[in-house]
């Protein structure tokens, strides 16, 4: 009669203990991080116009990294062919929503020049859409695809 007691009063210790071992042994899968869909070079076709008149299409390479400075922000390499026009890669910083990305308006030095940039993206798959202005310079649309 005692050691039924014991058995069914050290049962739940038993189950309790078996639980606790199974679920610290199981270790959880580390979240993907959701920047890793825009981290990519990508082939761009943009289509600009000139503030002061005057249009055409480039093509050139952009490539997106993770920010390491904020876990909601991606940073956008080369956007506009900067290289090409002012000599210098302008790297612009974005905050994702999602597939979708937005450049607040901010001002970058590229050697000698400052200038201000605010735009939209999409990436979609492989694909990718950006919208943006290079204030008092240019507006650009460009489409791509991930090399």
Partial sequence: ML??????HSLPFI?????VLLCSSCQKDEDPDP????????SISDSWTLDGGGSGTEFYTINIAKSKDDLLKIIISNLGNTIAAYG????????????TFNMESQTIKLGIYS??????????????????????HWQGKCKGIRQ
């Avoid at 210098?88 to 597939?99: I, L, P, R, T, W």
């Avoid at 200038?115 to 008092?136: F, K, M, P, Q, R």
């Fill in 3 to 8: 050691f039924d007691d014991m058995k069914r």
């Fill in 15 to 19: 189950i309790t203990g078996v639980y």
């Fill in 35 to 42: 920047r890793e869909q825009f981290v990519a070079s990508y």
């Fill in 88 to 99: 210098e890669q302008m790297d612009v910083e974005a905050e994702y929503f999602g597939k």
């Fill in 115 to 136: 200038v201000t940039v605010e735009g939209t993206g999409l990436v979609h798959g492989d694909s990718i859409t950006v919208s943006y202005v290079i204030a008092n």
